[in-house]
């Protein structure tokens, strides 16, 4: 290593912590700010510097208490987020000061990581000769991997069918869309707002995109026109009346995939149920979870696959940069009022 | 054929047709009783005697006006009831009087059926040395169909898991759970009363029944205390709040089979969704529908499959026999309060 030894003890990590569960949307007392030095690691251990945050939906779930596909965040504890950063102290062979790495950061400055938590931390490299680092955070990162294994493990697009996507424009909705067209898919989005929609249509080849904001019965009356063969295959981030009226299109044998239901995450109240359940039974159909870990063995098949999508040109990437460690707390908020614009980034340092 | 022909000018045909769509619970003003001579089939034609019909929870969608998976009974049709009966006049080579077949009898004592219409009746011989005349609408008939299929196609059940299904003491229930314990699942039932959970139990071998009836919190506390290790299939026939219950113990993969949702049927307000729909999310677990009907090609092999079970006694079938075809709307409720024990089934008339 020819770069000069970091002095740990001389920098201060500013940290992000969870401070009371919130009840509705999160507000600034939610949150603590702390700093402190950044930790030595022992022998084989690492030390990481954050560069760029994913901002993502599942963060609300991640605060709320009770069972759920992970553990909750503590009280107190650093709020959990994925991210990319660069190895600036290094005892282990197998990393450089200077490699970029993706793995669970944190929303803090630096991440000091023994050996034994690499596992655990979704520790791995990355190559910025395949994407820049905010696509890491992307379509190839955990929205991607999201969006890929969702749509072609539980979807299962055939070409010449209807898929549709809700959050067409986030994160997850742009990688499901634009495969979905790969596959050979009919394409149409549902995403908010004008600027969203033509977006997704011009630039990323969807079919159509419904404007859910354009009144009460936008979505029913742009699937009716978009979707004249109805719906094959619904990947659904919102939840709520959306999934609802998407319900009363489906077609025999369609799929929906249970990926995030971003309408109710804030919710005070008792869940909204898909009222229209029974369409499942009438058409013979299936809702079905999906959990992006347990794809995590063949995450590189799909980085492979969309890297070569993203040199060609077959597939865009948009991401929503905001700059700064401190502004978490308001840049989190963009997710649930529909304001961010491709997939959030919280940007925390520079290369 | 020895039988004298049979005078059809001086039989009348009584029957029950639909005079009005329901709001909520059917009433007799819904129905009205006709009478007309038995009519003579063309060449190629029969005509059946209708010993006895099958009352289902289905029925009560097919009263409703509005697209399904088949097309609702008009006003002013004979109402739609899938039964068993025998062949009292035949111009056809390959029907026989005296035969026994089961067939789209509807709510009537004759059915006069021309060759074309043979497919579209679901027209079969049965035989009753298979299985009696009211096994024959029960679990050899669309309710054991649906059972067989729901639960091996859709539910896909491992021997080892733990299978919920609701309406257990039901048609579809009874089949459900004894097929699941002869492939190897722990099998709780869920009926209403002691009545019905003891002879589950007893009679058909589940390893536990919850009464809903038995409290507020009698299905969500019988499930702790009977699926230690949670729930890998439900098969739902009642929708409602036992569904949302029961989606709380789900594991992982778990798979629910949407085959009815009885308690919504007379529901005059929306129907209610499923508001813990997304533990579909969080356990990666599918929500299907059946419509049995798909499985037309393969019924024979569930009929010989499941009449060897009959026989060996490894199957037990319960039938609720109420006289009269006068009777058809009154008995048709027992279904909706859950009166009936056992599969519902009218009897028209004596072999």
């Known amino acids: 290593m020819t770069t000069a030894p970091l002095a740990?003890?001389?920098?201060?990590?500013?940290q992000i912590r969870l401070a009371a569960r919130p009840v509705g949307l999160p507000t600034e007392s939610n949150w603590s700010r702390t700093s402190e030095a950044v930790q030595e690691p022992l022998e084989g251990g690492i030390v990481l510097k954050t560069l760029a945050l994913s901002l993502d939906p599942a963060m609300r779930g991640w605060m709320n208490d009770g069972k759920s596909y992970i553990p909750?965040?503590?009280i107190g504890e650093?709020?959990?987020?994925?991210?990319?950063?660069?190895?600036?102290v290094s005892k282990n062979k197998n990393f450089t000061v200077g490699d970029f790495v993706s793995a669970g950061f944190g929303v803090q400055e630096y991440l000091t990581l023994n050996e034994t938590e690499f596992k655990h931390s979704g520790l791995v490299k990355i190559d910025l000769r395949v994407g820049t680092l905010t696509q890491w955070l992307n379509v190839l990162g955990m929205p991607g991997m999201t969006g890929y294994f969702g749509l072609m493990d539980v979807g299962q697009p055939q070409a010449g069918e209807t898929l549709v996507v809700s959050g067409a424009a986030g994160a997850v909705g742009q990688t499901v869309g634009q495969m979905a067209k790969i596959k050979g898919c009919r394409v149409v989005g549902i995403a908010g707002g004008q600027?969203?929609?033509?977006?997704?249509v011009k630039e990323l080849g969807f079919d159509a995109c419904i404007d859910y904001k354009a009144g009460p019965s936008a979505v029913?009356?742009?699937l009716k026109a978009h979707c004249p063969k109805g719906v094959d295959?619904?990947?659904?981030?919102?939840?709520?009346?959306?999934?609802?009226?998407v319900l009363t299109r489906i077609n025999r044998k369609a799929r929906i995939v249970i990926c995030g239901a971003i309408s109710q995450y804030n919710a005070t109240t008792a869940v909204q149920g898909p009222k229209n359940y029974l369409s499942l039974l009438v058409n013979r159909a299936r809702m079905e979870g999906i959990v992006v870990f347990d794809y995590a063995s063949r995450y590189h098949l799909a980085v492979a696959e969309m890297a070569g999508y993203l040199q060609s040109g077959q597939m865009k990437s948009k991401e929503d940069v905001v700059r700064g460690l401190d502004k978490f707390p308001q840049t989190l908020?963009?997710?649930?009022?529909?304001?961010?614009?491709?997939?959030?980034?919280l940007e925390v340092a520079s290369v």
């Open 72 to 74: 909750p965040v503590g």
């Open 220 to 222: 029913k009356e742009g």
């Open 78 to 88: 650093v709020m959990r987020a994925g991210g990319v950063g660069q190895v600036v």
């Open 233 to 245: 295959i619904y990947f659904d981030n919102v939840g709520g009346d959306i999934l609802d009226t």
């Open 333 to 345: 908020l963009k997710l649930f009022n529909g304001e961010n614009f491709g997939k959030l980034v």
């Open 195 to 200: 600027a969203k929609c033509d977006w997704v």
């Open 8 to 14: 740990l003890s001389s920098l201060m990590n500013h």
